[in-house]
């Protein structure tokens, strides 16, 4: 049976990106594109610059991010000509907790994401069209079910480039491409989120170091923000 190498696969995922992007800027769309700033984001952010570094990159800044992560983005979007955006919580950090005085993550982290990312998100993308963000398939079962375009329950297009790539083309992308990785990979977080809801763990889905121990494995913004 032909065996097709990932590097084809991922030339002809390029070229689909780099088609769909000029689609998108010929018919007048804005777009603007989303990333937690991961080692795994890299390849995707990476593509942006070479196809159009003129599309603004939003991070979802909770506030609870550890600062390797906001170095790094820092260090990734001047290395790459990226413009990033920082999308903050309108909710200041001192109304942010329950009865008992506690953050919300400790005891309703789904409202403590509603607050620090989706409803921000939501209104962030309120001037632009399209929303470029980088989830894949092989992520988690919610990720697995979409398609390459849905639209958000505002009507506004979202467009998931990195969709069909998986952990293996990932690498081989950054390996080509001589790309860095997240400081705190080398520490054993596979997957960098908010620093309260991260955690180090050894398994093969690296998603599972987020939320641990809980029945959350989305924060919303690929939940909420899809029109059902
Ligand atoms: S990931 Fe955790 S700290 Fe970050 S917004 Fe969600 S619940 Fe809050």
């Known amino acids: 049976m032909l065996q097709i190498l990932p590097q084809m696969d991922i030339e002809v995922l390029e070229q689909a990106m780099r088609d769909q992007i000029q689609d998108y800027r010929s018919r007048g769309l804005k777009m603007f594109a989303s990333s937690s700033f991961q080692t795994h984001s890299l390849p995707m952010l990476h593509l942006i610059s070479r196809i159009d570094n003129t599309i603004p990159v939003f991070f979802i800044n909770t506030g609870f991010h550890f600062p390797e992560t906001q170095k790094f983005r820092d260090e990734i979007t001047a290395s790459f000509g990226l413009e990033f955006i920082d999308v903050k919580s309108p909710v200041p950090k001192s109304v942010q907790r329950d009865s008992e005085g506690r953050f919300y993550f400790t005891s309703d982290p789904d409202y403590c994401c509603f607050m620090n990312k989706t ?110």
Not at 141 to 146: D, Q, T, V, W
Not at 195 to 214: A, Q
């Open 119 to 228: 409803q921000p998100m939501k209104a962030a993308m309120m001037d632009y069209d399209v929303w470029i963000n980088g989830i894949r398939k092989d992520q988690n079962a919610n990720r697995s079910g979409m398609q390459k375009e849905e639209s958000t329950p505002e009507g506004k297009l979202r467009y998931h480039p990195m969709l069909e790539w998986n952990s293996k083309m990932i690498y081989a992308y950054r390996k080509k491409h001589n790309l860095p990785e997240h400081p705190l990979e080398a520490k054993g977080y596979f997957s960098v989120g908010c620093e309260p809801c991260t955690r180090k763990f050894d398994t093969t889905n690296n998603r599972d170091g987020r939320w641990f121990g809980m029945k959350k494995t989305e924060c919303g913004l690929h939940t909420d923000l899809v029109q059902k």
